[in-house]
Each structure stands twice: as structure tokens, then as C-alpha cells.
């Protein structure tokens, strides 16, 4: 990470786990816990049933509550979707887009392009998630591919809006299988997402995007892999379900030798 030039987050995705009820308990024991450091952004990304629940008991922290998913329309004939405002509405202020699991079940480079867009419109910050396959890095193209996920992904983004996103690599070979990345593969992939971001929207602007890494991050391999200049935080599955690993991760994040 690099703290003088961009924001450091840590984003836990719940996927679909835990029920309003269990939100609230949830909710309950973070506080409790939660580090009194300042120095990073911290989001939960929750069912879309257990968003009201998560945002009433994050109301007076500076914790952000974020959804999942969200529909590129306005609004219309969508049965079963959600748009980008009733997020907004209902109290978002992150939303992730492009996660593996939804590539998986049909969702193309197209759809993630316009729910950046749809996401931006509304005020949400999208946390844009690419990745690789395990055949795709072991015939030795993640770099193209993850390249081509990217420009995809921020296609027609203007630099004004560029600023809001978070942009978080995903090998989907590490996801959920306790098979985390090693930092130096990790920083390789996300210094190569700079790369592209600084040759489309010029230096600056590359600098100052975060950049997350998330696939079996957990308590015990953060502090490694944060520590990598081009890491500046984690989008977490499994590991943010649990009050104490999540906030040991963030205490991760918070210390000041990184
Ligand atoms: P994991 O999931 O931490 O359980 O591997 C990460 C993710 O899919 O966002």
C-alpha cells in the first residue's frame, strides 16, 4: 500500500451468507471490537435482504455498508433485479461489480462495464472485480486477460469518475479454496493493473486508484500481502463473516510499519 497517495481499503464480501437477524448480531460484536485506527476505509458488502439491518447499526460509524451486485437500468421490467439508486437509496455507499461468481453464472464484460456506469450516475463507489483462472495463469495469460478485464470494465468512464473506484484482483483459483495468492504474484497483477489504468487515464490518476487483492485473504497472510506496494487493501469472503479475523485484518491494514 501506499498511504500518501490513495485510500486503503478493506471490504468484506458476505456473498450469500447470514440473515437480517444474524446481520444485527453480527453488527453487534464488530462494533464492540472494531480498531479505533483511522488509516483505512472500511466496507461490508451484505445480502441485499440484510442491507437496512447492516446500515441502521453502522448509522454512527464510519463502517460503509455495500451491496453485491446492482442492475445497469433506471428502473422497469427487471423482476427479481435492483438498481443502482434503491442501493443508494437504502443506504449503500459501495457496490461490488464483475465478482467471479456472477461472471461464472453469465455476467459479461459488457454488463460489468455498464453496472460501473449505472453504479457512478448513482453515487455508488463500485469495487470492480477481475481475475484469472487457474488455466488461464498456467498457460501464461493473466496478464492479457486481466488487462482486457480492465478496459472493458472502465470503457466510456470519464476522469472525473475514474477517482471513485476501487478496482480489487480476484484470482478466482484462490477464492474460497485457502489457496491465497503469494504477495509476489499478487503485487505482480496489481502493478500491471496500475500500468493499464496510468495508459488509460495518464499517472496521476494510477496513483491514486486502490488497487485491492482478495481471494482466501484472512488474518494470518494480510499483513504480507497489504504490505506489497500495489496492494492497498482486500475484498474478503469467508474471513469477514467472523467478527475477530475481520478486525484482525483490519488491525493489519492499520499498522504503521506497512
Ligand atoms: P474468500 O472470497 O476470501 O472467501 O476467498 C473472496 C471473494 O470472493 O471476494
Keep these: 500500500m501506499n498511504r500518501k497517495y490513495r485510500k486503503t481499503v478493506i471490504a468484506g464480501n458476505w456473498k450469500m451468507n447470514k440473515t437480517p437477524s444474524e446481520t444485527k448480531a453480527f453488527m453487534t460484536e464488530f462494533k464492540a471490537i472494531m480498531p479505533k485506527g483511522r488509516w ?10 440484510c442491507i437496512p ?3 441502521k447499526a453502522m448509522r454512527e460509524t464510519r463502517i460503509g455498508i455495500g451491496a453485491q451486485n446492482c442492475n445497469a437500468n433506471a428502473a422497469g421490467a427487471y423482476t427479481g433485479e435492483i ?8 443506504g449503500c455507499k459501495y457496490v461490488i461489480i464483475g465478482h467471479s461468481e456472477r461472471r461464472a453464472a453469465g455476467e459479461t464484460d459488457a454488463d460489468v462495464n455498464a453496472k460501473v456506469h449505472a453504479a457512478l450516475e448513482n453515487g455508488l463507489i463500485p469495487i470492480v472485480c477481475v481475475g484469472e483462472s487457474l ?4 498457460t501464461g495469460i493473466t496478464t ?3 488487462t482486457l478485464q480492465i478496459k472493458s470494465a472502465l470503457d466510456g468512464i470519464g476522469e472525473d469518475q475514474i477517482r471513485r473506484i476501487i478496482i480489487a484482483y480476484e484470482p478466482i483459483w484462490a477464492i474460497g479454496t485457502g489457496k491465497t495468492a503469494t504477495p509476489e504474484q499478487a503485487e505482480e497483477v496489481c502493478e500491471n493493473i496500475r500500468t493499464v489504468v496510468r495508459k488509460l487515464f495518464g499517472a496521476k490518476i494510477a496513483r491514486a486508484i486502490s488497487v485491492l487483492y482478495g481471494g482466501s485473504m484472512n488474518e494470518k497472510n494480510a499483513y504480507d500481502l497489504l504490505a506489497q506496494p ?9 474471513a469477514s463473516l467472523v467478527p ?5 485484518i483490519i488491525e493489519a491494514a492499520n499498522q504503521p510499519t506497512i
Design 40 to 49: 483505512c476505509d472500511v466496507a461490508l458488502c451484505v445480502p441485499a435482504v
Design 53 to 55: 439491518a447492516a446500515v
Design 83 to 90: 438498481a443502482a439508486n434503491m442501493l443508494v437509496d437504502a
Design 135 to 138: 488455466a488461464q495463469r498456467e
Design 144 to 146: 492479457e486477460w486481466v
Design 230 to 238: 500495489d496492494i492497498d487493501g482486500g475484498l474478503i469472503g469467508g
Design 244 to 248: 475477530e479475523k475481520f478486525v484482525k
